[in-house]
């Protein structure tokens, strides 16, 4: 059974810094590409970033870049998600997912705000 649990989320003020966390069971961790989205209300989930199975290439949607940085360490078969320079538009449901597994789990909150 495929298991995906988030966490590391909260409340931050702008200009602020999380690290958010996936730990994965239930399928080959280390061989998956695998995916953080976000859902902000009233909007479509959209792809934030993906990170290859070795950890050796990653991509961020353009809004991201620069500020987001995707790791993995498959000895613990846990994603990573840092977040830095927070903005309130980052305020959203923050998903892991693994490429090609149609799993989600229950998501973290993460609220940037004064």
């Known amino acids: 059974q495929v298991q995906l649990v988030e966490s590391g989320g909260g409340l931050v003020q702008p200009g602020g810094s999380l690290r958010l966390s996936c730990a994965a069971s239930?399928?080959?961790?280390?061989?998956?590409?695998m995916r953080w989205y976000r859902q902000a209300p009233g909007k479509e989930r959209e792809l934030v970033a993906a990170i290859s199975s070795a950890g050796g290439s990653t991509t961020y949607k353009d809004s991201m870049k620069g500020r987001f940085t995707a790791s993995r360490d498959n000895a613990k078969n846990t994603v990573y998600l840092q977040m830095n320079s927070l903005k309130p538009e980052d305020t959203a449901v923050y998903y892991c997912n693994a490429l090609g597994v149609p799993s989600w789990g229950q998501g973290t909150q993460v609220t940037v705000s004064s």
């Open positions: 239930g399928f080959t961790f280390s061989s998956s590409t």
